[in-house]
């Protein structure tokens, strides 16, 4: 079965240090990966996938995150934390065994990220 | 437009009662998304449209009844609700539905309470 994990239900960071919200995938086949972050009252705002192609991926806000084939992460990054990056972070990867091709995400429990000043 | 819009954003309903929540969205996908999601907890899946027909039901109790009128326009609406269904209600749209490398764009929600 297809599965996203997130170690951490929280990641405390001062501002404008770096920050890494963790990810790690279980998937038969090529992972289809992504982000999404959520605002209080909000829905959730795609950050950036990974489909194929170079590792490094850049998305939205500054962010990026690195995949990692041999350790099966997606780790999420930012080299300078900013306030405003507090929300909740989850991560996501697409069920492939779901039948009929229809596009299926899995999220992980998500990690409340708070950058202090 | 790259926005999926839901209304209302707020709504309180007794157990007796029957509401609608509206989803729309105007960037031409083929693929719409009911999902329920509770305090701090990610969205569970509950409803897949694809090309306005009904392809999936994630075992959601007949209470929650979705409706797809045409391709920009998703309905879900609620009859005989249980204070345990007070959640916020998330609808997301994606490009194909086939296609596994499109992610979803999601709405604001709507944030339900039954009483």
């Known amino acids: 079965a297809q599965s996203v994990a997130q170690p951490e239900d929280q990641v405390n960071v001062a501002e404008g240090n770096p920050l890494t919200v963790k990810c790690t995938y279980s998937?038969?086949?090529?992972?289809?990966l992504f982000w999404y972050v959520q605002y209080p009252n909000r829905g959730l705002q795609f950050l950036l996938k990974?489909?194929?192609?170079?590792?490094l991926v850049k998305g939205s806000y500054g962010f990026e995150a690195e995949f990692n084939k041999s350790q099966t992460s997606f780790h999420l990054k930012k080299p300078s934390a900013l306030v405003s990056d507090s929300a909740l972070y989850f991560c996501a990867v697409r069920d492939i065994s779901f039948s009929g091709g229809y596009n299926k995400l899995i999220f992980g429990a998500g990690t409340r990220l708070a950058v202090h000043p | 437009d790259t926005e999926v819009t839901q209304t209302p954003k707020h709504l309180v309903m007794g157990m007796t009662n029957k509401k609608s929540l509206k989803c729309e969205q105007h960037m031409g996908h083929r693929a719409m998304y009911w999902y329920k999601q509770k305090a701090k907890k990610p969205p569970e899946l509950m409803f897949v449209y694809s090309y306005e027909k009904l392809s999936i039901n994630e075992s959601v109790p007949s209470r929650f009844s979705p409706e797809c009128p045409n391709s920009s326009l998703l309905n879900l609406h609620l009859h005989a609700l249980q204070p345990e269904d007070s959640a916020l209600y998330l609808c997301a749209s994606s490009q194909d539905p086939g296609q596994g490398g499109y992610g979803y764009t999601f709405g604001s929600g709507t944030r339900l309470t039954v009483v």
């Open positions: 990974y489909i194929t192609g170079d590792n």
């Open positions: 998937v038969s086949g090529n992972p289809y």
